[in-house]
């Protein structure tokens, strides 16, 4: 490394001050003398422990965390316990400074959200670093929220001055921004840095676009001032009236999503119509908004057209990120559509910093606390102590859903769920065990099949059978994160319980075939190419493998299995010929656990289980693609995220075939009078209680008196189902049972 010089080093001391000074400037709150006095000691820690460090454009260490600490300033809005946090980010990771240390001299809440901002020890011994370094983090977040936010402003820095990272680096780095940081930012209303997020991964992933539009948009930017100022003026001169305090922007939308728009519409640049939108934005106090926002609408809507439908009233009902304001469309000056924006300042604060501003008007607005109930199913997540860091991960990201519905329980409490989500969602939203038992649902009094997606308004009642248990079908019919992982887990139980199951059944067996079980378990582990012995139990328990095979490729004696060798006529092992699998090959295949790709038998593809991390059945897992062929990851394989966030459009859908163990689903058309004594009711008794079969799908209508139902079984064989139905034959208002699938 070249040596700085004296002058040169001076400088940069020059440059350092005065980047503390600017970004003190920044802070808007107030702040007393031990606020004052605890900034300055951080900043002075934080160039002493840095001091040695440059980064790799070359340039003093310490500019990244005073940077940081001014976004946290000036664009979140953080106060001084964030930016003496944020000026000490690095410190705990990268230098000599301890953790005890910064208790020492900053007390407990810095240190802890400082703990929180350090990466996992690289000794933990984690299977996903990136994903277990993100769950601690969120960790946190239900703790202090500061830390994330910290965090995203960190990550918005390092994003801005990436340029100077080798290539590799700055695509999985945008991809690790688009996978997690834009949504979450999104979910915590930091609509900003979200855009700038979106905007900064496109300049890095398809920079020949990014610039593309940003020269157009720069091109075009006169005769866009000229025609929003035309746009503008006779509204200001109707809001001057009204006697209230007002500002008017006119702002063109980000690169990313007039891509966006270029991509979906596949029109040219020159053919988008709303490259900007108009914000109007109102000073009054909280009580007036609502109705002085109305009034600016129809001061809007008096002078330019509406386009009825394009009408969104967020301050009424508030989006989930707690975002307030008043969209409408109208037609312009030539008759161009025009989105103008109306809100409050209050509401304007709260939709470009979301999260920080809510805390400052919490209790103001007349709103549910959003925040407080998001929080709230995130630890929900936490909660689930089993899962790893990635399905955590995944189950986290289907949390940050932009949408939701609002449905009813039978008392009429509201719930408020994503949008897709499915009536056994609800199920396992009111309650983990309501969701394990669930066997029907009913929606607006009529049943439902349980992939039922909520709609606005529905009154959903859920009907359990303490027989009922999850399947791995039902992970197909839910979207939240909780009910995904409580099925998991579930299942998870489900197959522990099913190991042992293999290992008692196989167990007899061997006893009756007078097969000596510690001297053979082993061989046959080896055998079959399995991992271990709970592997074998399990292939045994879902009849993957059977004793008849064992009889088949084996001779017993002395308690001692021996394989048989199969006679191979002298011209097949020719050299010549072609070579036909071997007996390895055959013996793999043949317990070759069965997987569907996006829907469909995986056996079309030549798929692989992928020896990195060596899914088991009830893995959770993926299909990556390529050109030797398809290959079977479990999600919480080290390479996912990388494979995830870099080979996207080769990753498919996969998910182990339904039918654990020879299961079957049935389905039975019911017919009958109903008298009025609950028909469901008799029925899902008959069936879960007497019959212990499980209801995969229930759907019944009638009218005057008379019904008609469909029900799907799951049965393990056809004597099950003849029983089943001979035995729902014999129930009163019955008149016929028939299977039709
Ligand atoms: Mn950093």
Redesign the pocket.
């Known amino acids: 490394m070249n040596a700085i010089s004296e002058q040169q080093l001076e400088e940069e001391k020059l440059t350092i001050q005065a980047a503390y000074e600017q970004m003190l400037g920044k802070i808007k709150s107030s702040m007393d003398d031990e606020d004052k006095r605890n900034i300055k000691a951080a900043y002075e820690m934080a160039v002493e422990a840095h001091a040695p460090q440059r980064r790799k454009s070359g340039e003093p260490y310490i500019l990244?965390?005073i940077a940081?600490a001014q976004i946290c300033a000036e664009e979140i809005g953080l106060g001084p316990t964030a930016i003496v946090s944020a000026l000490l980010?690095?410190v705990v990771e990268d230098t000599p400074v301890t953790l005890e240390d910064i208790q020492k001299e900053f007390g407990e809440k810095i240190a802890h959200i400082v703990d929180g901002l350090t990466k996992l020890d690289h000794s933990v011994n984690a299977e996903s670093p990136q994903a277990e370094n993100f769950k601690k983090v969120l960790g946190t977040l239900i703790e202090d929220v500061r830390v994330v936010l910290i965090k995203m402003a960190?990550r918005l820095h390092?994003m801005r001055t990436l340029g100077a990272m080798p290539r590799h680096k700055q695509l999985k780095i945008a991809s690790e921004t688009e996978y997690i940081y834009a949504p979450l930012a999104h979910r915590l209303g930091l609509y900003a840095i979200k855009t700038e997020y979106q905007d900064l991964v496109l300049k890095i992933r398809d920079p020949e676009t990014y610039h593309g539009i940003a020269r157009k948009l720069q091109e075009t930017k006169r005769a866009r001032t000229t025609y929003i100022e035309k746009f503008i003026e006779p509204i200001q001169k109707e809001l001057d009236e009204m006697d209230v305090p007002y500002k008017v922007l006119g702002r063109p939308k980000s690169i990313f999503s007039i891509m966006n728009k270029l991509k979906t519409k596949k029109v040219a640049f020159e053919e988008i119509y709303d490259l900007f939108a108009v914000r109007i934005v109102v000073d009054v106090p909280p009580k007036k908004e609502k109705p002085v926002c109305w009034l600016a609408y129809s001061t809007v809507t008096d002078i330019y057209q509406p386009i009825p439908e394009r009408l969104k009233d967020w301050i009424t009902t508030p989006k989930s990120n707690g975002y307030e304001s008043l969209h409408t469309t109208v037609v312009g000056p030539n008759g161009r559509y025009v989105e103008v924006q109306i809100r409050s300042q209050r509401m304007d604060e709260i939709a470009e910093r979301g999260f920080a501003a809510h805390w400052k008007y919490k209790g103001v607005s007349a709103q549910p606390n959003v925040y407080d109930r998001w929080l709230s199913s995130i630890r929900d997540l936490f909660d689930n102590k089993e899962s790893d860091a990635v399905e955590f991960i995944n189950d986290f990201k289907t949390n940050l859903f932009n949408e939701e519905v609002y449905v009813y329980t039978p008392k009429g409490d509201m719930r408020m769920l994503p949008k897709g989500a499915t009536a056994l969602d609800f199920a396992f939203d009111i309650h983990s065990e309501v969701g394990y038992h669930c066997s029907a649902v009913k929606v607006n009094n009529k049943l439902v099949p349980m992939g039922y997606k909520l709609k606005h308004g529905d009154q959903v009642t859920v009907i359990t059978n303490k027989n009922q248990k999850p399947t791995e079908s039902w992970l197909k019919m839910v979207v939240t994160g909780k009910a995904r992982s409580k099925i998991r887990s579930s299942m998870k139980e489900e197959l522990r319980k099913k190991g042992i199951f293999g290992k008692e059944a196989l167990e007899r067996k061997f006893k009756n075939l007078k097969i000596d079980f510690e001297e053979n378990i082993d061989f046959l582990v080896k055998y079959y190419d399995l991992k271990s012995r709970v592997d074998l139990y399990f292939a045994y328990a879902i009849e993957q493998l059977s004793t008849t095979d064992i009889n088949k490729l084996f001779t017993i004696s002395n308690g001692k299995l021996t394989e048989i060798v199969e006679e191979v006529p002298e011209s097949e092992t020719d050299a010549t010929a072609p070579s036909g699998p071997t007996r390895k090959e055959r013996r793999k295949s043949k317990i070759k656990p069965k997987i569907v790709i996006n829907g469909q038998s995986a056996d079309q593809f030549k798929y692989e289980l992928a020896t990195c991390c060596n899914p088991v059945q009830g893995d959770y897992i993926f299909a990556y693609m390529s050109n030797n062929g398809c290959k079977i990851h479990r999600s919480s394989c080290p390479n996912a995220t990388q494979l995830m966030a870099n080979y996207g459009y080769r990753i498919m859908k996969a998910e182990w075939s339904a039918s654990m163990g020879n299961d079957f689903v049935a389905e039975l058309l019911i017919t009958g009078v109903d008298k009025g004594v609950g028909v469901i009711q008799t029925l899902s008794v008959e069936i879960s209680n007497k019959l212990g079969l499980n209801i995969r799908s229930f759907y019944i209508d009638g009218h005057e008196g008379y019904f008609e139902g469909r029900v799907k079984l799951v049965v393990s064989n056809t004597d099950q189902l003849t029983v089943a139905i001979k035995a729902l034959k014999k129930l009163e208002g019955i008149q016929s049972v028939t299977r039709i699938a």
């Open positions: 990244h965390p940081v980010h690095d960190d390092n």
